[in-house]
């Protein structure tokens, strides 16, 4: 029940709650492209179902899906070479959903800590969706038969969730049907954090701005904030294992690594000594001189929604050939009546 009697493929999503972070580029999108035309076929899909587990109003989650869209094209995704889709599209992910509901249980995801989170203090009014999101997931994973999925840090619960399900169902039903999936969480970059706080992760719906950011922000404002960003008055140390108490300052070592491609190590003995007034001007030019093309070419094709609208009805037809035989086969082995 590994993955190697399987296709190599891969799978992952984005919500296209907000705008795109540092954190979604270098935690995804960056990795999303490392692995197209690899030994993977590779399907990347804009989860707006998902989204929509907590509010979002119904235009800006339209211009979000498709500057998401637009966003995946700009940093390398090729809508020939990767099948580009947003999720709505492709009903079959619901309609595995809801049997991997019947399949997971309620312990397990009441051990979720991103419900947890999300939730907050007032629990009783999350939605039935939030709480059942990660069964959903699964089924955006398991629809393709995906063996990778290459994610940040925070979905590392998930995908193990994904892997239970999987093998429950393989038991349950007495079958090698669907792959145990494996996680693909590498690189600097898996957790970017917060610019005002190292203990949180940058995200999208954070209300500060300046704890993020965005794939959309010019280069004054990526200077501006790297400028602002929380740090500590020590001079950076001669070795990596000097940040470990660190968070702020380790956070922008990771960053520095991941946008130049390099290691964290390789930028502290670069650094070593030098102070962060010293250190955050040239994170700034790196940060500007890799982003700044991606927002280009973000805001020259959302000039053009109906072509990223055209991009996105050729991959959900392209998602469905996969997604529909692997459906009717679960329908078969649940037991199903059907043509
Ligand atoms: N800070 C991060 N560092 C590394 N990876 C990250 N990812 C998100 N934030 C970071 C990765 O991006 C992918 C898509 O995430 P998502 O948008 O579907 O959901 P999320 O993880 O909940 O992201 P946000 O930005 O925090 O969204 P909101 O604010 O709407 O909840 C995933 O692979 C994720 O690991």
Redesign the pocket.
């Known amino acids: 029940m590994s993955t190697t009697s399987f296709t190599p493929r891969v799978f992952?999503?984005?919500?296209p709650?907000?705008g795109l972070?540092l954190?979604?580029y270098?935690?995804?999108i960056k990795r999303f492209v490392d692995m197209q035309g690899s030994d993977f076929e590779t399907i990347y899909c804009m989860?707006d179902l998902?989204a929509i587990t907590v509010w979002q109003d119904p235009e800006q989650l339209v211009h979000a899906t498709r500057e998401l869209c637009a966003g995946f094209i700009a940093s390398g995704i090729d809508p020939e070479q990767s099948i580009l889709f947003n999720q709505s599209q492709v009903a079959e992910h619901t309609q595995l959903a809801w049997i991997f509901n019947c399949v997971a249980r309620m312990g397990w995801l009441n051990r979720m800590t991103q419900f947890k989170d999300?939730a907050g203090k007032n629990r009783e009014n999350a939605s039935v969706g939030l709480f059942a999101y990660p069964a959903l997931m699964a089924a955006d994973i398991l629809i393709y038969h995906a063996t990778h999925v290459p994610?940040?840090?925070?979905?590392k619960q998930h995908l193990e969730l994904t892997r239970d399900i999987a093998i429950k169902f393989n038991n349950d039903f007495g079958v090698d049907f669907f792959p145990v999936t494996e996680p693909v969480i590498e690189g600097a970059?898996?957790?970017?954090?917060s610019l005002r706080d190292g203990s949180k992760?940058?995200?999208?719906?954070?209300p500060s701005d300046m704890s993020r950011i965005n794939l959309t922000d010019d280069a004054d404002a990526i200077a501006q904030k790297i400028r602002k960003a929380k740090t500590d008055p020590e001079p950076l140390p001669e070795t990596f294992e000097g940040l470990s108490e660190r968070p702020e300052a380790r956070n922008l070592v990771n960053i520095y690594a991941a946008l130049a491609d390099t290691t964290p190590q390789a930028v502290v003995a670069e650094f070593a000594g030098q102070q962060f007034g010293q250190f955050k001007p040239r994170l700034a030019e790196v940060a500007v001189e890799k982003l700044t093309p991606i927002s280009t070419e973000m805001s020259r094709l959302m000039a053009d929604p109906a072509e990223i609208d055209r991009i996105l009805a050729t991959g959900s037809g392209r998602a469905r050939e996969i997604a529909a035989p692997i459906l009717k086969k679960t329908y078969e082995i649940v037991g199903m009546v059907g043509a």
């Not at 994610?151 to 979905?155: A, H, L, S, T």
């Not at 970059?189 to 954090?193: I, L, P, S």
């Open positions: 992952s999503g984005i919500q709650s907000g972070t954190g979604n270098l935690g995804a989860v998902h999300k994610v940040g840090e925070d979905q970059a898996t957790r970017v954090m992760k940058m995200s999208k719906s954070d």
